[in-house]
């Protein structure tokens, strides 16, 4: 194996341009940190399915190179895969057989997997997802949100370094949202990486740590959710006709990021300062302010702009 890098996933120019002519995933760099929950978000149509079988081996890039957990792909797969557990498009389950009986059939097609202790995993795998009082009914009576479980508890019949996972709360009541959720936080704090993609903001902001957005097949962002918080922490924005001046009284209060725009508008991090100090501050310093406010973009806000669209924020 090549040197451990920082990456779980690592991808140049990952591009699928399909048969139709149209190019859904655009020149992708993926940087996925070990150890992180990168949530790749993205409205509907953006290319994160696409992007994530490319990153699996299911369809192969039209350009591009990629590495999971530094194994190039696809030569490295079958070093890789065993380490790695995906949820896309769910595996193919049995509709007559139970959902212990469909876990059974795949724990015994792996070849990595030990029979002896094949009984026990299913039993936690179906524990962990709540699906152990279910476990003896039929596939095909089950509900989207029990299928979805299922698929989940398929992924953890094993441990994972690596897990991929597209739209794992898809289809999920309030509550299972909230388990899954839990259940992914629980696996980080394992150790393992965690790669979902999502429409979901919301999603985005209670497990992630870090955060790529995907817009018309391109990455259009990619950084540490603190970072992104950071850029949309609140501003404080000053009008006036001598913003020089009002630049020192703000510098006086400590703020920082201070910035002109145009030639009468000055802007600054609010940070811990107290407005009506400021405002305060302004007046004693003589500094005439015709217009005084309190800019606070949300993250919402934030992808909007880098997107030009809204995500669902409920979730
Ligand atoms: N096999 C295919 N042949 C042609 N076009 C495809 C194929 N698969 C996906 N596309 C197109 O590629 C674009 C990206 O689709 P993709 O499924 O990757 O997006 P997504 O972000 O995962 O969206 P969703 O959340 O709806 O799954 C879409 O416009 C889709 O219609």
């Not at 508008?265 to 309190?294: C, S, T, W, Y």
């Amino acid at each position: 194996m090549s040197t451990t890098t920082p990456e779980a996933i690592r991808s140049e120019g990952l591009t699928k341009r399909f048969r139709s002519g149209q190019v859904a995933v655009n020149a992708v760099d993926l940087s996925v940190p070990r150890g992180a929950v990168y949530g790749f978000l993205g409205p509907n149509g953006s290319g994160k399915t696409t992007t994530i079988r490319m990153l699996l081996g299911l369809i192969r890039p039209t350009a591009g190179k990629h590495e999971l957990l530094d194994w190039p792909m696809p030569s490295g797969a079958g070093q890789a895969l065993p380490r790695i557990g995906s949820l896309v498009e769910g595996p193919a389950f049995h509709p007559y057989l139970n959902g212990l009986d469909n876990l059974r059939r795949l724990d015994a097609g792996d070849r990595t997997a030990d029979p002896r202790t094949s009984r026990k995993r299913i039993d936690e795998a179906l524990e962990r997802v709540g699906l152990l009082a279910a476990a003896k009914k039929r596939y095909r009576a089950y509900s989207l949100g029990m299928r979805q479980r299922l698929a989940l508890a398929s992924v953890l019949l094993q441990p994972r370094e690596l897990l991929i996972l597209d739209e794992p709360t898809n289809g999920l009541d309030p509550q299972g949202t909230r388990e899954v959720r839990s259940l992914i936080s629980d696996l980080a704090r394992g150790g393992a990486t965690v790669m979902l993609s999502t429409h979901l903001l919301a999603e985005v902001e209670q497990i992630c740590t870090h955060v790529g957005v995907m817009h018309v097949g391109k990455l259009v962002a990619q950084a540490p959710l603190a970072e992104l918080r950071a850029a949309a922490a609140p501003r404080v924005r000053v009008e006036s006709d001598r913003p020089d001046e009002a630049l020192v009284t703000l510098r006086r209060f400590g703020l920082t990021g201070l910035e002109r725009i145009g030639p009468s508008v000055v802007i600054a991090l609010l940070g811990e300062a107290q407005p009506e100090k400021l405002v305060r501050g302004l007046v004693e310093d003589d500094v005439p302010v015709r217009g005084f406010a309190i800019e606070a973009p949300d993250l919402e806000e934030l992808f909007v702009q880098l997107t030009g669209e809204g995500f669902d924020v409920s979730g």
